[in-house]
């Protein structure tokens, strides 16, 4: 961060990478070598998974790892996500419904499960807030979510995240004091898109909520029956706004 693009190139050479979009303030900035990624730019970049972390820490300074999570909503998600999470980290789950609840706390090995309202402050302090690395609500009332991970922020979580069943509040709140906004439908979108598009599609990618994707396809034929088979990255004419990465097979 507040380095322009093409050193990225010469702090990590032995790193293939390449930042494909970043949205400024809601809005996309086409990336060049002179580009210098501002605080709070959303980057999208391409890399091996196992030169991720590298990238991630040349973009931004890494945050230490997560310690005390606490959890709000005992469904499907909330509860699923205690179960991931509770054997490497120190978990708290608040329910508003007291039969959940206690199943929760007999059927969750090591995680600490409350009875009660998230947008309680009193509770919140009662269970040091201000010492959660990440606050975390999936109920499924999106004004509760909100509002419990706001006030959680105010009250000294570290990070808070929501999920939130309206795409128009996602794009609300994005930006806010809440961290991250995701959406259910987000997830379903990209696989949805991989039943509609034509074959060879090998994965399509929804990025920002739908503002853009990532399709990874099989090019087949040679130089006279494609139009990328044999030629460079240079030669491949693409719509304004696209952009390439090649894979080779096995890799």
Do not use: C, W
């Not at 030169?51 to 909503?73: N, T």
């Not at 419904?97 to 309202?117: C, M, P, S, W």
């Not at 009662?126 to 959680?152: C, R, Y």
């Not at 396809?217 to 491949?236: F, K, L, M, Q, W």
């Amino acid at each position: 961060m507040g380095n322009a693009l093409s050193t990225m190139r010469e702090h990590m050479p032995h790193i293939d990478t390449r930042v494909a979009a970043i949205f400024r303030h809601d809005r996309p900035i086409r990336p060049q070598g002179s580009t210098i990624v501002e605080a709070g730019d959303e980057v999208f970049f391409i890399a091996a998974s196992q030169h991720i972390r590298a990238v991630m820490s040349e973009l931004q300074r890494l945050e230490k790892p997560y310690k005390r999570i606490m959890l709000v909503g005992g469904g499907n998600i909330g509860a699923g996500l205690a179960h991931k999470l509770e054997k490497d980290y120190s978990v708290k789950l608040i329910e508003r419904n007291q039969q959940r609840a206690a199943e929760l706390a007999e059927k969750l090995q090591h995680t600490i499960v409350f009875y009660g309202d998230a947008s309680d402050q009193e509770l919140l302090a009662e269970e040091h807030i201000d010492q959660v690395d990440l606050f975390i609500a999936v109920t499924n009332d999106d004004e509760a979510n909100i509002m419990s991970a706001m006030l959680a922020k105010r009250m000294g979580a570290k990070k808070v995240m929501v999920l939130i069943q309206r795409r128009a509040y996602v794009d609300l709140v994005q930006g806010s004091v809440i961290d991250i906004a995701i959406s259910p439908q987000q997830a379903t979108i990209s696989a949805l898109l991989s039943h509609v598009r034509k074959a060879d599609i090998v994965g399509v990618s929804s990025l920002r909520r739908g503002v853009a994707e990532a399709i990874e396809a099989v090019a087949h034929g040679d130089e006279s029956t494609s139009r990328v088979v044999g030629r460079s990255i240079d030669e491949i004419k693409l719509p304004p706004g696209h952009d390439h990465r090649r894979r080779r097979a096995g890799q």
